[in-house]
Structures are given as structure tokens and as C-alpha cells.
Nanobody, 127 residues
Framework: QVQLVESGGGLVQAGGSLRLSCAAS????????MGWFRQAPGAGREFVAA????????RYADSVRGRFTISSAYTQNTVYLQMNTLKPEDTAVYYC????????????????????WGQGTQVTVSS
């Protein structure tokens, strides 16, 4: 099973930017779709963004569309989440997830469609 390691979290002021990275090990895992989810204190985990390695299918949560961008570097087995114009409500632990299924549309938002998860990286946005 693929191992996922997130990095790039930290403390930033509102309006600032951060770029998260997710390095995926085990190229034999046949991962097709990568996703980002987040969990704020006292809240459930929610979908943020997802994309297939090919870039043919991309989806964003309404709350981040236009501010966040998901991208991937297939040869480095790494997926990124560029986060701009950050808001205090973006404060959360951000998790990377991998799926062996080609996902598109609303199924990209369903956590059970992902078989492997990282440990998460904390993002804190101060007002």
C-alpha cells in the first residue's frame, strides 16, 4: 500500500499563501486519483480538492475554488496544493489521500473512495 507524507504546513497570516506537498511512495500501488481533505478542530473531515495523475479530472470544494490549486508531478510521485488568499477558516489539519480508482465529479469528494491516507500537516491562518 502506498505511503503518503505531507509537508509544507505552517502558520501564515490571512491573505498569505502556502504550498502543501504530498510524496507518494510505492509506484507499484497503481494510484490514479489523489485528493486533499482537511479537518478543523471540532469538525469532521471535509473534501478540499482532487485530481487524477493525468490531470484529466480535477475537482474543488466551493469554499476553496479560485484560491487553491491542485497539481502533480507524476515523475516525482508528488501532488501539491497551492493555497492562496488564505482565510482563518482554512485553519485545519490537511490530509493527502490516494485512490486506485479513476474518479471524476462528486465521487472525488467521498473519503471511502480513497484507500491510503497521510498523517496530515497543520495549517494555521491568523487573522
Amino acid at each position: 500500500q502506498v505511503q503518503l507524507v505531507e509537508s509544507g504546513g505552517g502558520l501564515v497570516q490571512a491573505g498569505g499563501s502556502l504550498r502543501l506537498s504530498c510524496a507518494a511512495s510505492d509506484p507499484n500501488d497503481d494510484t490514479i486519483t489523489m485528493g486533499w481533505f482537511r479537518q478543523a478542530p471540532g469538525a469532521g473531515r471535509e473534501f478540499v480538492a482532487a485530481a487524477t495523475w493525468s490531470g484529466g479530472s480535477v475537482r474543488y470544494a466551493d469554499s476553496v475554488r479560485g484560491r487553491f490549486t491542485i497539481s502533480s508531478a507524476y515523475t516525482q510521485n508528488t501532488v501539491y496544493l497551492q493555497m492562496n488568499t488564505l482565510k482563518p477558516e482554512d485553519t485545519a489539519v490537511y490530509y493527502c489521500a490516494a485512490s486506485r480508482t479513476f474518479l471524476g465529479g462528486q465521487p472525488m469528494e467521498i473519503m471511502s473512495n480513497y484507500h491510503s491516507w497521510g498523517q496530515g500537516t497543520q495549517v494555521t491562518v491568523s487573522s
